[in-house]
């Protein structure tokens, strides 16, 4: 069965530059979450959409931004990216309000 | 407020043996859904069940089981017979039925499981 996707898988980065993170949720998903995972952390929820409007809002720094597309992919924007943004970051998708939430293989951002 | 609490921190087991991860929660709606999540040391997450608040039914997937409490709060994971390949940190977390359009899931600080050859 398909399974989220997430690209880069890696991202390497210096202080002050932006990345950019996409997500590609399992076909017929409707609804895309991110989460923040520090190393030895639980995940934490940033943002999520559903049906292509934003549907919650976590503790996602102003200098993130994120967005889902028409096709349903998400995009989760970084600038000004700091040491402590370096993390695994994770999109999950679902079908509808109540379904299970599956997770993506994550990218694993270092700020240098 | 909503919390998940997972008080072992860390596991460690020689295969072979069963073990048993605790998950404790709080909520205040009547309507809501357990999870676990599997997170091995390749760091992807991966989904193994799902319960809502009004099936209190044991499952038991070849292995794993789980059982659900809600006069405790509680819902519990065991591995029989553990094996090598069971090493990962657990994730138990919650989510409300309330939220609406979005499910975000409240996470416990997860369980680190080693089991040792």
């Known amino acids: 069965a398909a399974g989220v996707i997430q690209s880069p898988r890696h991202l390497i980065k210096e202080k002050r530059e932006t990345a950019t993170l996409k997500c590609y949720p399992i076909p017929r998903h409707d609804t895309v979450y991110w989460y923040q995972q520090g190393p030895g952390q639980d995940p934490q929820f940033l943002i999520s959409f559903y049906e292509k409007m934003q549907s919650d809002k976590g503790s996602i720094p102003d200098r993130f931004s994120a967005q889902q597309f028409s096709d349903y992919h998400s995009e989760l924007n970084m600038s000004s990216l700091e040491l402590g943004d370096s993390a695994l970051y994770f999109c999950?998708?679902?079908?509808?309000?109540?379904?299970?939430?599956?997770f993506g293989p994550g990218t694993r951002l270092t700020v240098l | 407020a909503q919390k998940v609490t997972q008080a072992q921190t860390e596991i460690s087991v020689v295969e072979k043996e069963d073990v048993t991860l605790d998950c404790v929660y709080e909520?205040?709606?009547?309507?809501?859904?357990l999870f676990w999540y599997k997170q091995p040391p390749s760091g992807e997450l991966v989904f193994l069940i799902r319960?809502?608040?009004?099936d209190e039914q044991n499952e038991i997937s070849g292995r794993y089981s789980w059982n659900f409490q809600k006069s405790t709060s509680s819902f519990n994971f065991t591995i029989t017979a553990s094996q090598v390949v069971d090493s990962a940190v657990y994730f138990c977390a919650l989510s409300e039925a309330w939220a609406g359009n979005n499910r975000k899931l409240i996470w416990g600080l997860g369980t680190s499981l080693a089991v040792n050859p």
């Open positions: 319960r809502n608040s009004f």
């Open positions: 999950a998708s679902s079908l509808g309000r109540s379904d299970t939430q599956y």
């Open positions: 909520t205040r709606d009547t309507t809501y859904y």
